[in-house]
């Protein structure tokens, strides 16, 4: 069972930055870590993703260049690093997680794939 908690949500200016946090408890190694979000009134979409095991990342288009994921062992803790943020940027952001696959397959853009959620922090970019 892992549980997963986020934080660093906020309001900002465009152009500006924030750092989300993803704490996790249990046997994260061998995971794969997803951030996704999901603007008011569309659908849940897929932000960047981290393996666990080795620290490959992948981000999706709309963010590559301005967002970072990474993680910190000791910590057992995932960030996003979010930069240049737009208003386009507003959304309830998610972490999520599951098992990598068998061949160590790290990116999961489904929502659908994931076993687990944190509650969810609020970004606001204010234009």
């Known amino acids: 069972q892992v549980q997963l908690v986020e934080s660093g949500g906020g309001t900002v200016q465009a152009g500006g930055s924030l750092r989300l946090s993803c704490e996790a408890s249990g046997p994260t190694f061998m995971y794969a870590m997803g951030w996704f979000r999901q603007p008011p009134g569309k659908e849940r979409e897929f932000v960047a993703a981290i393996s666990w095991s080795d620290s490959r990342t992948y981000d999706a288009d709309s963010v590559r260049g301005r967002f970072a994921i990474s993680k910190h062992n000791a910590k057992n803790t995932v960030y996003l690093q979010m930069n240049s943020l737009k208003p386009e940027d507003t959304a309830v952001y998610y972490c999520?997680?599951?098992?990598?696959?068998?061949?160590?397959?790290?990116?999961?853009?489904?929502?659908?794939?994931?076993?687990?959620w944190g509650q969810g922090t609020q970004v606001t970019v204010s234009s």
């Open positions: 999520s997680a599951r098992p990598q696959g068998s061949s160590g397959s790290y990116y999961y853009p489904s929502s659908r794939a994931y076993d687990y």
